[in-house]
């Protein structure tokens, strides 16, 4: 198995997986006022602000995942394998634990997370950069 392969299978767990710190969330805080999720589509503005972010972090990394996840597997079905690709694939996987834990436990701000979140897309264009031009 190559290491891009890898990292998009430690990638997928993460994105499979981050939805629990916000259900941890939701269920253990005190719900705010006529939240009933069944009704119509949640409002989480009572909830406490980790839980908000948690939700985001979640959110964000599905932004990126599906870009990152079709590239790696072009890249594999073509056998780009660089050492580019590679690196970038680690550092992707790097970046995106640290995006989730810096706005989980709100450590990082601005504009430490959007950097963060940008440095992941250019890590997903340098993978397609090298399978345009090798593939």
Request: hydrophobic share 60%; charged share 10%.
């Amino acid at each position: 198995m190559t290491t891009e392969l890898m990292m998009l299978i430690l990638t997928t767990i993460l994105a499979a997986s981050l939805w629990i710190p916000f259900i941890i969330g939701v269920n253990t805080s005190e719900a705010p006022e006529g939240f009933d999720p069944f009704v119509k589509p949640p409002n989480f503005e009572g909830f406490p602000l980790w839980v908000q972010r948690a939700r985001r972090a979640h959110l964000n990394l599905i932004e990126q995942f599906v870009p990152f996840a079709v590239i790696v597997l072009i890249a594999h079905t073509l056998s780009v394998s660089t050492p580019v690709t590679v690196w970038a694939c680690i550092a992707f996987f790097a970046l995106r634990i640290a995006h989730a834990v810096g706005m989980i436990t709100a450590i990082t701000r601005m504009p430490a997370r959007p950097i963060i979140f940008t440095l992941g897309w250019v890590m997903i264009l340098l993978v397609a950069w090298q399978v345009i031009a090798h593939g």
